[in-house]
């Protein structure tokens, strides 16, 4: 009946399985992991690398303080609550050894400076030196290859076969599969001794599931996301009754350039300098609207309901960190100007307005308080006043899937009936639901990833072995 059979099984080649797949084979089990793409790293390989941590080193060196109780209250503010909040306190404690396996395990390089992205309390984000995701899922998958770990692509998980008693006992896959036909490459049947580990990510790129949680969301908003962040693997759960949580919480990115597809360079140059150095103004009014450095719902919702169009501009001591700058300017996601007037000329900007507007802001920086909008001014911060001038045009993207399957704080798949874990069935990653809530934090998701990743994979390899 079998045409294989592994200890654990992983399904997904991101942060996630990868970290997973790690600690199972260090544990000692046969592990063996399936990514439907022709590539391995789903989004994880194209994320921007940001990886958030509380009580860090770097946050000691600079003299930041930071706990896991105030990582946890800026996840359950930003998330309205609604986040389970003994998922989101696993993350937080386990920050800094998810940063540190990394950088003492895999090798992993990061900057020297940490960011302070938007809705968290203080700076706490890493970012990798590549200044993308690969900068971590290389040495992952550096690390799987020394290990003997096999990452099969091109192969996809169909279905489940369960045993009598509920439990996964193994899956249908088509290998040879060619994303996005369903019917392509051959059925083959995996056995899981162990356990099954689902690692397959989100869900932003599949129009017609993400449109039955949120109609807003129709074809015609772009996402940042890699064409494989559909929902089969999840409607596959559901239909052996996993616990679905969250799913109409979908997040769009507020940083994306209106110039470009997809995530591209832009976005990580209003991450790392027009928001936290820079301000966001209104096209039509020059003026600000917003807390630049607010949690991504809240700078979505200032951006979509009140109808503006936003523009970020920050000066030329507000760039420092903006790794990506030389893409943007080179593929024209960002423009460069030698004063305000040509850059509120080039933009159709009331001048006054935004010269008012600047100086306004100006005041705030100096005095280290934004009097209007509360916006933290960091300690290196400066008002914006040296030439050249940058802008870029924003629009919001379809970016992460907050909602997914229920797990518990040991990575199992909760049964939507008993809420007892189903058996042999772990999850961890974007594929998972409720540790963020309404809205997810920048950095947080690669941090959380490697967490459950890792649970995921220690505790599936402890799972008997089916005779
Ligand atoms: C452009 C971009 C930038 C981002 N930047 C950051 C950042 O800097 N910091 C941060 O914290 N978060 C960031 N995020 C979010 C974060 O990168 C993702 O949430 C995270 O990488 C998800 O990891 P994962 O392992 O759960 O899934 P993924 O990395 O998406 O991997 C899932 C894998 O499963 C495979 N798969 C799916 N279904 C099947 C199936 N049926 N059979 C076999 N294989 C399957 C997919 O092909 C994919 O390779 C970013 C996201 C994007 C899109």
């Known amino acids: 009946m079998w045409d294989q059979s592994v200890d654990v099984l992983v399904i997904g080649s991101g942060f996630a399985g990868l970290s997973a797949a790690i600690e199972a084979s260090k544990a000692g089990a046969t592990t063996i992991i399936i990514d439907k793409m022709h590539v391995p790293g789903g989004n994880s390989a194209i994320s921007g690398g940001l990886l958030s941590a509380a009580g860090s080193p770097l946050q000691e060196q600079s003299g930041i303080y930071d706990s896991v109780s105030l990582m946890v209250a800026d996840m359950l503010a930003a998330g309205q609550h609604l986040n389970h909040p003994n998922l989101a306190r696993i993350v937080a404690e386990h920050s800094v050894e998810a940063l540190l396996w990394t950088i003492e395990e895999l090798g992993v390089q990061y900057k020297d400076r940490l960011s302070h992205l938007g809705g968290h309390s203080v700076p706490r984000t890493y970012n990798t030196r590549t200044t993308s995701g690969a900068g971590i899922i290389r040495p992952m998958l550096a690390c799987c290859r020394k290990m003997g770990i096999p990452i099969r692509l091109a192969t996809y998980l169909e279905r489940f076969i369960t045993d009598p008693q509920g439990a996964v006992e193994g899956v249908v896959v088509r290998e040879g599969y060619v994303f996005p036909n369903a019917e392509s490459g051959t059925e083959k049947r995996i056995r899981a001794r162990r356990a099954i580990i689902l690692a397959s990510g989100g869900f932003a790129r599949d129009v017609a599931f993400r449109t039955i949680q949120n109609p807003m969301l129709s074809q015609d908003i772009q996402s940042t996301n ?59 009014t020059g003026k600000r609207f917003v807390n630049e450095l607010a949690d991504r ?171």
């Open 226 to 284: 890699h064409p494989g962040a559909t929902a089969e693997t999840l409607k596959a759960v559901l239909t052996i009754g996993g616990t679905p949580v969250h799913l109409s919480h979908i997040q769009l990115g507020p940083w994306s350039s209106r110039d470009e597809e997809g995530f591209g360079v832009g976005s990580m140059f209003s991450m790392l300098a027009g928001f936290p150095y820079g301000i966001l103004v209104d096209v039509f």
């Open 297 to 467: 719902r809240l700078l979505v919702d200032a951006m979509l309901m009140s109808g503006v169009e936003s523009i970020a501009i920050v000066d030329q001591s507000g760039v420092r960190e903006a790794s990506t700058l030389d893409q943007c300017l080179k593929r024209g996601v960002v423009a460069k100007y030698d004063s305000i007037e040509a850059l509120a000329e080039a933009n159709h900007i009331p001048a006054d307005s935004l010269q008012l507007t600047i100086r306004k802001y100006n005041s705030f920086v100096e005095k280290g308080v934004d009097e209007e909008y509360g916006k933290p001014i960091s300690r290196d911060s400066a008002p914006i006043t040296t030439p050249p001038f940058y802008s870029i045009r924003l629009i919001s993207k379809v970016h992460y899937c907050m909602g997914g399957l229920l797990i518990n704080e040991d990575a199992q798949v909760m049964h939507i009936q008993s809420q007892l874990p189903v058996g042999r069935l772990y999850a961890a990653g974007e594929i998972t639901g409720g540790i963020h809530g309404a809205s997810r934090l920048g950095g947080n998701s690669i941090v959380e990833c490697i967490v459950f990743g890792r649970i995921a994979g220690q505790k599936a390899a402890l799972e008997t072995i089916r005779s």
